[in-house]
């Protein structure tokens, strides 16, 4: 990434770089949903991930998924549907870190392959993926954040800085190991939020993935659901440990671009 001063950090291009960012990452990222089949009333989102191949395999964070059970339909990651609507399906993991709170999942089956639409190029596959960076991120930089918090099924966008680059944080004791590599990501995360990708918006490369929303001391509650103030201050794994588990099991991130021409959670016109 080049210095500051030869960088174009106007407000129109920083909103450009933002809209770009959002629309790539409404194709990306998927809301992991938990449903107890024997308690309909259960069904919520779980968390986020993400896409980093075009073939299904997604990020997550691990806790995200402490109710999973293999070949069970408790747990389901939303899927893009060419309808622009999204799909439940099921999803094997991969590998999970504990200690580093993280996840591989791969979708199963594949992802879905429509025929080809002339009208709507692209509709075939309507998703995109997220490559992961290979180069430290840097203090103050300009980044994204997108997932589905409190129980949404649509993805929330927010903007936000590299608020710090080394943690110590008595509270983040889901991630043991090396927590002092933890970034500090300035944006307003809530429950849901857990597995977003952290957006660099000058590459789009993802830079980490939040792991725990800080709260403010202040608590209500929202349809008997418990939230926290929030302090502005999120917690993500960086890059580097999602590139070492990815390498690990030989699987490579890849960027995709969305479809041109399609937006994302809306219905396709009637033909």
Sequence with gaps: MSSVDTRD????????????????????????????????????????????????????????????????????????QRSGDTGGSWFDVVEKDEAHDLALCKTTPPLPNFAADKTNPGTER??????????????????AIAGFPLGSWNPAIQLGTVA?????????GRVPSGQRELLQVSASGNM??????????????????????????LFSTLQNVPLAQSSGIMLAVPACWVADLQEQLTVKSVAQNPPVGHTSYHPLPSR
């Design 126 to 143: 309507p998703i995109a993926s997220f490559r992961v960076a290979a180069t430290p991120p840097l203090l103050g930089q300009f980044i």
């Design 9 to 80: 950090l106007s407000a129109q291009n920083l909103e450009q770089q933002l809209e770009k960012t959002a629309h790539h990452a409404e194709f990306a990222v998927l809301p992991i949903w938990y449903n107890d089949v024997n308690d309909p009333s259960s069904a919520r989102v779980a968390g986020s991930a993400f896409l980093v191949t075009p073939d299904g395999y997604f990020i997550t964070a691990a806790h995200v998924l402490q109710q999973y059970k293999p070949k069970s339909a408790q747990m389901t990651v939303g899927l893009r």
């Design 192 to 217: 849901g939020n857990s597995g977003s990708p952290v957006i660099a918006l000058d590459t789009g490369d993802v830079i980490g993935v939040i792991v725990q929303a800080q709260p403010a001391p």
């Design 164 to 172: 710090a680059l080394r943690t110590v944080n008595p509270n983040a």
